[in-house]
């Protein structure tokens, strides 16, 4: 909750309660604590919360936003410096800023109405009628005196402080209350049955009762009648449930009940001996016992009995860090708590002695994560920080993410007195994983800050493993054992979950069994040769001195002696002790990463910049590679045996571990690397910045696709990508929450988001010496606001890889206001020519990444694959009953059409009054059916076919002008070639009522977007499965015998309309479905001219070389697939 207090509240017979999570705040149900409704994002992050009904008040900085519900109302601005406190009363908002500022808010519903924009006329009328009122001094007026009812806004004058608005601006006037010499106001609340009053405390211990309609001060309460002569701070304010008290929350950790109508202090005691300031008070209420519980900067809780006068229970860190709030349900026994370390809880008080217990709570990292992995299949994320906790995340369901126990940490720190901060681990330094043994024994590992041990973690139990993996002690010669090791820095889980490799920061790396906790082998490299050892012989000893000792045995070389002597010799013991073993680095262990067949572990040093390649079951060392540098991270992608190495003069090399070799030299990032990882198809390296940004390299290509900087503010301390490469987990320095960022290349159309970025320099030959080019030019920074706790609408925190040419230009670009116009740019370039639907019909289809290649039309499979059933979908749908004749229907009913959109249907007009005199049918005689196509109506030619000849012309315009400058004929056939497609450019922009433009975009026109057929392709892609079956059935003849000529062009036009678009591969699944549908509507009248079967089996043809393609590729791959799964011979 960012350490701002929650507020409670109740909406019937639930209770929520509204906490804030940066700059937006959550609704949580109180019954179980889950999500119930999350707020819009502000500006700048929560200050301060106030709830009244379905209003949420909230506090970013120095303005005050309203929201009703999830849905921003207005935003009251008059501070000049940072809201701290809010308190509702009766139609009132009351503010106190850190300047000493008190300004009071209309929030009455006519004046949130008015605000709105949604007052009605008749609220408005009563509002200017309460006004004349005022103005003429007929308004009642408030006393000073206390009365006995409870105060609701009935009880209120709301006449003598009406909403006073800006004439210029339209905006709410608060009003402001005057304070009493050097009195600096920190807190408010109401006593209740004081009518139109509030007490409000000072910091130098002063408390004023105020009179909220007057401004009068009715009294100045003085520390030294509430026993603080020091003039501590008053923190806290609280009203109990006996009338004229108040308790009063001190700055020295003191809490003083003040009966407020005698100025008279009840009883006084300190909270728990810390001197820290007192920061929340709640009284309990009905038949419970009266309980008080105090909360501070110390982060304990402590329960007084009012009654008896002294301490019933003390509850030491209660919160990591102060409490900021504390509240006892409406007649329950149970007490809810919030703290700055980003936690609610809920204590019951049933045991016998009168404690209390943590009945439930919802919690999540007190301080900013340093670590993020994704779990198994993305569907959970693993997260580490500095609060010394290890937490499991849900990027499903929110109820599902907990913190893993470290084994009865809340039981030992209540019986040692302590906070649970003290018996936690350190914090994690590294986190490795496997999810196949999740449910048999320990399958997490971490590394923590300082530890000599590494830890094992159950995650299917959510708890501590009962395992510790400790490398063993060194024996040195005089048999001594130094336990005293190196702390761990780097953490391995072999893939198939038996097994953990830890390294420390002295070179060693060890191997051990998760299922026994036993250590398995360590890895060691061989020495330096010494003189005098032959090492091609494992004993050690000179072969010469070898054959002088077997003469001297008796049977010779084939003797039981020289066998012994050859493997288990004194003399080769003595030659082993002699070349000892050194370690696997020289100085820290930086990285491990193991294959994914267990046949293969790669470490990185950071100290010596060597990448070693082991064999994972010997534990021999099988090759390495020098960086030259310190190697700071690594990644392993395990499918193509390929290292990402992030060195320490920014450069990042992937190195093949199987020819130990490097091949390629990644080069953009302006500061050291500190994360990286590979993307699960291997084409992507993703790596973090100790600068904050994310850089994204293309490894085939060997470039730089984009930087990103994840706000300026908050820079990426650690990034994970899940392995369907759709998420991008992130945490950020000075922020406690993990955020995710979606893929936008997943989830756009291919082709759409174009991938560009200066490129990298590809050295795969060159030699290691090379010096680094640090340097690369073009290298452009985007930057992309931190993602919003929910979706909202103009959000643009996407990920897209690729700088557009605006962003290389002008590296100062304002990205939020380039988002929004390329958004309507782009909706105006898909939304076409008018009358083609709505933006979701009118959206084109994919282009196709390279030409010839199958693309999918992306839409619904009902839309096209309903089209070979719609017998039997109009059998099952057809009525039971026949349609009923309808009331004085006439019998011609008008129509109506719109001759700037030639391409809309007939629609009847029903309003339209109809004169059936002779004398106007013999002046203007008209066809009472219209379909658009001319200005007079009578034209029967449909949409299909007119959009049909219309890019069959622009087709044929294109192909002329690409076959004169192929064939390279005279200039003038050419240009003449160009003419005509202008024309025929000018002519649709004439006929769509649009200006006409310069005609210098010949080059574009001859490989339009879409195609020359795009228009009638968006017309298609709209209509339903009903209507593409009306529009196809509508071409030709009612029967093949009565075709005529025009009937036969019609269908000869959409056979080349098939013949062209089939073989670019768009909409491939859309047109096939179409065409299968053409030719069994029309395949009669197909078969009666002979220019019609010649144009069909020129469609056969293209539709079968691009089917053959596809065939091709299908087939290759059942091949492999067959030939891999061992099935080829089956």
Wanted: glycine share 10%.
């Amino acid at each position: 909750n960012e350490g701002v207090p929650f507020v409670e509240h109740r909406r019937g017979t639930e209770h929520f309660v509204t906490v804030s999570a940066g700059k937006a705040f959550q609704v949580y149900n109180c019954e179980r604590l889950r999500l119930s409704l999350v707020g819009p994002q502000g500006d700048a992050d929560i200050t301060a919360l106030a709830v009244k009904g379905d209003l949420t008040f909230a506090a970013h900085g120095r303005d005050i936003v309203v929201c009703r519900r999830t849905r921003r109302v207005c935003v009251f601005g008059g501070h000049a410096d940072t809201v701290t406190q809010l308190f509702t009363f009766g139609p009132r908002l009351y503010s106190i800023c850190a300047g000493g500022r008190v300004l009071g808010w209309d929030i009455s519903k006519d004046a949130l109405d008015h605000l709105d924009g949604t007052r009605s006329s008749a609220a408005k009328r009563a509002a200017d009628a309460r006004a004349s009122m005022a103005d003429d001094g007929t308004g009642s007026s408030d006393s000073d005196e206390s009365g006995s009812d409870a105060l609701d806004e009935t009880a209120f004058d709301a006449d003598h402080d009406l909403p006073r608005y800006d004439d210029e601006t339209g905006t709410h006037v608060p009003r402001e209350y005057t304070m009493p010499d050097a009195f600096t106001p920190t807190v408010i609340c109401h006593p209740d049955t004081y009518m139109n009053k509030v007490l409000i405390g000072a910091t130098d211990g002063r408390v004023l009762l105020l009179n909220v309609n007057t401004g009068k001060h009715i009294h100045v309460f003085l520390p030294g009648n509430m026993l603080n002569p020091d003039g501590a701070a008053v923190t806290c304010l609280e009203q109990s449930p006996a009338l004229d008290t108040v308790a009063v929350g001190l700055g020295n950790g003191r809490v003083v009940i003040h009966n407020v109508l005698y100025d008279k202090t009840v009883v006084d005691f300190t909270h728990d001996g810390s001197a820290t300031p007192i920061r929340s008070l709640s009284f309990t209420t009905g038949n419970q016992d009266p309980l008080i519980a105090v909360g501070g900067d110390g982060g304990s809780v402590s329960v007084w009995d009012l009654e008896k006068r002294r301490l019933r229970t003390i509850m030491p860190g209660a919160h990591d860090g102060r409490v900021t709030q504390a509240h006892f349900f409406l007649g329950q026994p149970v007490l809810m708590t919030g703290g700055a370390d980003n936690a609610i809880k809920q204590w019951i008080f049933d045991n016998a002695d009168g404690t209390g217990r943590l009945l439930k709570f919802r919690a999540g990292h007190s301080a900013p994560p340093t670590h993020v992995t994704f779990y198994g299949e993305g569907l959970r994320l693993l997260s580490a920080g500095n609060d010394r906790a290890l937490r499991v995340f849900s990027t499903i369901q929110d109820q599902q993410s907990k913190e893993l126990s470290q084994s009865h940490v809340e039981r030992r720190a209540k019986k040692l007195k302590i906070a649970e901060q003290e018996l936690k681990l350190p914090p994690v330094r590294g986190i490795a994983w496997s999810d196949v043994r999740e449910r048999d024994w320990a399958n997490v590992v971490t590394c923590h800050a300082g530890e000599t041990r590494a830890y094992t973690w159950r995650l299917a139990n959510g708890v501590l493993g009962e395992h510790v993996l400790q490398p063993p002690a060194k024996v040195n010669r005089q048999g001594i054992s130094n336990r005293v090791g190196h702390p761990i820095s780097a953490v391995a889980v072999s893939a198939c979950g038996n097994f953990a490799v830890i390294g420390n920061e002295g070179g060693e790396v060890h191997r051990f069994n998760l299922q026994s906790g036993q250590h398995r082998g360590v890895f060691k490299r061989p020495g330096p040769v010494r003189d005098g050892i032959d090492t091609k012989n494992a004993s050690g000893v000179p072969e010469h001195e070898r054959q002088r000792r077997q003469l001297n045995l008796r049977g010779g070389k084939n003797s039981i002696w020289n066998m012994a002597d050859k493997s288990y010799g004194m003399d080769a013991a003595a030659a082993a002790a002699k070349a000892p073993k050194l370690p696997a680095h020289n100085g820290q262990v930086s990285s491990i990463e193991t294959d994914g067949a267990n046949k293969q572990t790669v470490t990185c040093g950071f100290v010596d910049g060597v990448v070693r390649v082991w064999n994972f079951g010997e534990q021999k060392l099988e090759g390495e590679m020098e960086t030259g540098v310190g190697c700071v991270v690594a990644s392993l992608h395990r499918p193509g045996a390929l290292v990402a190495v992030a060195g320490a003069d920014r450069v990042v090399r992937v190195l093949d571990i199987a020819g130990m070799r490097r091949v390629r030299s990644l080069r953009g990032a302006q500061t050291q690397v500190s994360s990286i990882q590979f993307s699960a198809d291997g084409r992507w390296i993703l790596a973090g910045a100790v600068d904050g940004a994310v850089h994204v390299w293309d490894v085939p290509a060997a470039r730089l696709i984009q930087s990103m900087r994840m706000s300026r503010d908050f820079p990426v301390t650690d990034l994970s990508l899940s392995p369907n490469m759709d998420m991008l987990a992130t945490v950020h320095e000075g922020r406690r929450g993990v955020y995710l960022w979606a893929n936008s290349q997943m989830y756009s159309a291919p082709g759409s988001l174009a991938i560009s970025g200066p490129k990298g320099s590809d050295d795969s030959d060159s030699e290691e010496g090379d010096p680094v080019d640090d340097d690369v030019s073009g290298a452009v920074e985007t930057l992309v606001e931190l993602p919003r706790l929910h979706a909202e609408l103009g959000d643009s925190g996407e990920i897209i890889l690729g700088a557009t040419e605006e962003e290389e230009e002008d590296p100062n670009v304002n990205l939020a206001e380039k988002a929004k116009q390329t958004a309507l740019e782009d909706a105006k370039k898909e939304a076409g020519p008018k009358g083609l639907g709505s933006d979701a019909q009118r959206r084109r289809a994919p282009e196709p990444v390279a030409h010839g290649l199958a693309t999918m039309a992306m839409l619904p499979r009902t839309q096209w694959a309903s089209l070979a059933m719609l017998d039997q979908l109009r059998e099952r749908n057809k009525p039971i009953e026949p349609p009923k004749k309808p009331k004085e229907a006439p019998f011609f009913i008008p129509t109506t059409y719109n001759p700037d959109d030639p391409s809309k249907a007939a629609v009847f007009d029903l309003e339209a009054v109809i004169d059936d005199s002779d004398d106007e049918e013999e002046k203007n005689p008209k066809s009472r059916i219209l379909t658009g196509a001319g200005d007079d109506g009578g034209d029967v030619e449909g949409v299909f076919v007119r959009l049909c000849r219309a890019g069959g012309k622009k087709a044929e315009a294109i192909e002329e002008v690409k076959l004169a400058e192929r064939k390279n004929k005279t200039k003038g056939r050419a240009a003449e070639a160009k003419r005509k497609l202008a024309a025929l450019r000018r002519k649709k922009r004439r006929k769509n009522g649009e200006e006409d433009e310069d005609d210098d975009e010949d080059e574009d026109e001859l490989n339009p977007r879409g195609g020359p057929y795009a228009e009638l392709i968006a017309h298609l892609r709209k209509r339903g499965p009903s209507g593409l079956d009306a529009e196809i059935r509508a071409l030709g003849p009612w029967d093949a015998s009565t075709m005529t000529d025009d009937d036969a062009a019609e269908l000869g036009d959409v056979l080349d309309f098939f013949a062209d678009e089939i073989p670019t591969g768009r909409n491939f699944e859309f047109l096939n479905a179409l065409l299968a549908h053409f030719l069994r509507v029309h395949g009669g009248a197909l078969q009666a001219r002979e220019s019609l079967r010649m144009k069909a089996e020129r469609v056969r043809e293209r539709a079968k070389a691009t089917w053959r393609g596809v065939d091709d590729l299908l087939q290759e791959v059942r091949c492999a697939l067959g030939f891999f799964g061992g099935v080829a011979g089956s």
